[in-house]
């Protein structure tokens, strides 16, 4: 869902001629070794993008972000090494553009490095994302989007993303920010969401995908996207999109897509 959307936002901004910034706060190494000892013993892939893969009639607002995926090598036939956000907002944007990837871990940095080689457009640096958001906004080019998806290690992670918006905001208030979260335990991510609504920006939007109801805090039931200034189609586009994935990615009772605006 998260790919699929930055696809859709990334496309959205190339409708326009003049250049745009993505900066990715959390980035990572840039992809997943699906044949890793980590990603064998949990096996998400097989009940995630692996489904989505072998559907015979994809949803439409997935094209953008199964194309990319396909010309970056990844695909039914050789599902080997996922491409993470960094790869995908690289292989979507064009010469024109510029992109930022931010991630402290020095091993981890240098491996989301080699992925780009001599590619001027983009570039990686070794820092935290929140300082990030401090020391790279407003970018030039005034049009772009922030992801911000962190590891949610710590209770304090959602305090911190409403805190980081609203001073992210106060530089680029015209940016596209979307922040992903996890659901897990339901009194920690809906405060969150609820704090957002009372006191964040206009024109955030909501966008939650539930594979399954669960009464369990330690079991993530789902995911959510929190959409500040999106493309004006987009809340229509995750909504079918959503519902189709919620459909086709159940793993139990109360899978379902939810998909509103917290503040229009």
Request: hydrophobic share 30%.
């Given at each position: 869902m998260k790919h699929a959307t930055l696809?859709?936002?990334i496309n959205h901004l190339k409708l326009k001629e003049k250049s745009f910034f993505v900066l990715d706060t959390?980035?990572?190494?840039?992809?997943?070794?699906l044949g890793g000892i980590e990603a064998q013993k949990?096996?998400?892939f097989r009940d995630g993008i692996a489904r989505i893969l072998a559907d015979p009639s994809p949803h439409e607002a997935l094209i953008p972000y199964l194309t990319a995926l396909g010309e970056l090598g990844f695909t039914a036939a050789t599902p080997t090494t996922y491409p993470g956000s960094p790869l995908i907002a690289h292989q979507l944007t064009?010469?024109?553009?510029?992109?930022c990837f931010c991630e402290l871990h020095p091993a981890d940095a240098e491996t989301l490095r080699g992925h780009f080689h001599r590619d001027r457009r983009a570039k990686v640096h070794e820092i935290d994302g929140y300082s990030a958001l401090k020391a790279m906004l407003p970018p030039k080019e005034r049009r772009g989007l922030i992801l911000i998806d962190p590891p949610f290690e710590q209770r304090s992670e959602f305090e911190q993303i409403l805190q980081e918006i609203e001073l992210s905001l106060s530089r680029f208030e015209t940016g596209t920010f979307m922040v992903w979260y996890p659901i897990k335990d339901p009194s920690i991510s809906g405060a969150f969401v609820d704090q957002l609504e009372q006191t964040g920006p206009a024109k955030?939007?909501?966008a939650e995908l539930f594979i399954t109801a669960s009464d369990d805090p330690t079991r993530m039931s789902g995911c959510g996207l929190i959409i500040i200034n999106p493309p004006y189609?987009?809340?229509?586009?995750l909504q079918s999109l959503f519902t189709w994935l919620a459909t086709r990615l159940a793993q139990g009772p109360g899978a379902r897509?939810?998909?509103a605006w917290l503040k229009k």
């Open positions: 696809a859709l936002i959390h980035a990572g190494t840039g992809a997943t070794d949990t096996g998400e064009r010469p024109q553009d510029r992109l955030t939007l909501r189609t987009l809340p229509d586009q897509a939810r998909v």
